[in-house]
T-cell receptor, first 114, second 111 residues
Framework: DAGITQSPRHKVTETGTPVTLRCHQT?????MYWYRQDPGHGLRLIHY???????DKGEVSDGYSVSRSKTEDFLLTLESATSSQTSVYFC?????????????FGAGTRLSVL | AQTVTQSQPEMSVQEAETVTLSCTYD???????LFWYKQPPSRQMILVIR??????QNATENRFSVNFQKAAKSFSLKISDSQLGDAAMYFC????????FGAGTRLTVKP
């Protein structure tokens, strides 16, 4: 398994509260991604990072922000959680080189917003 | 925008038999990559097989093989000698710039 740790694995929160999910990698990969997984939609890209302090928006970025202050950590923040953000969140990593187009995934975080 | 379509929400196969999962995609790019990921109940996303669009030869990984038809924009996954451990959600994915995923096919393996 790629060295990717997501925390927490499960979280229940209330509407309007801030939430931060953490992705930690030990692979020293350059690229990191946050996806959400919902029934009928597969995985959809929220934000990604191509280096420390370098981030960009994905397909479904509204209501989310990210930060990457170190190579190994990529944080996803919901500033004010809403019920529509109830989902399973996956972090992924990839790097340069021959396998640059392969993304390796963490185990996911199940977030419930009540 | 690129889209990926998996037209089979659910499939089932008898143990030791062969099953084919379908995937089509829409793109105007000529250089891209295609993937099949497996997601068992543990929720972990596991790469099963990948195909580079510039390669005409279909990728194979043990019991897993693909039928890549570039002109038809089709990328199906064949699982031979199905095993109980193959039961999972299978996602087709396309990558040019972003990675785009299909909605998934749930595969059941019957003993």
């Amino acid at each position: 398994d790629a060295g990717i740790t997501q925390s927490p694995r499960h979280k229940v929160t209330e509407t309007g509260t801030p939430v931060t999910l953490r992705c930690h990698q030990t692979e020293n990969h350059r690229y990191m991604y946050w996806y959400r997984q919902d029934p009928g939609h597969g995985l959809r890209l929220i934000h990604y990072s191509y280096g420390v302090k370098d981030t960009d928006k994905g397909e479904v970025s509204d209501g989310y922000s990210v930060s990457r202050s170190k190579t190994e950590d990529f944080l996803l923040t919901l500033e004010s959680a809403t019920s529509s953000q109830t989902s399973v969140y996956f972090c992924a990593i990839s790097d340069l080189g021959l396998d640059k187009n392969i993304q390796y995934f963490g185990a996911g975080t199940r977030l419930s917003v009540l | 925008a690129q889209t990926v379509t998996q037209s089979q929400p659910e499939m089932s196969v008898q143990e030791a038999e062969t099953v084919t999962l379908s995937c089509t995609y829409d793109t105007s790019e000529s250089d891209y990559y295609l993937f099949w990921y497996k997601q068992p109940p543990s929720r972990q996303m596991i790469l099963v097989i990948r195909q580079e669009a510039y390669k005409q030869q279909n990728a194979t990984e043990n019991r897993f093989s693909v039928n890549f038809q570039k002109a038809a924009k089709s990328f199906s996954l064949k699982i031979s000698d199905s095993q109980l451990g193959d039961a999972a959600m299978y996602f087709c994915a396309y990558r040019s710039n972003d990675m785009r995923f299909g909605a998934g096919t749930r595969l059941t393996v019957k003993p």
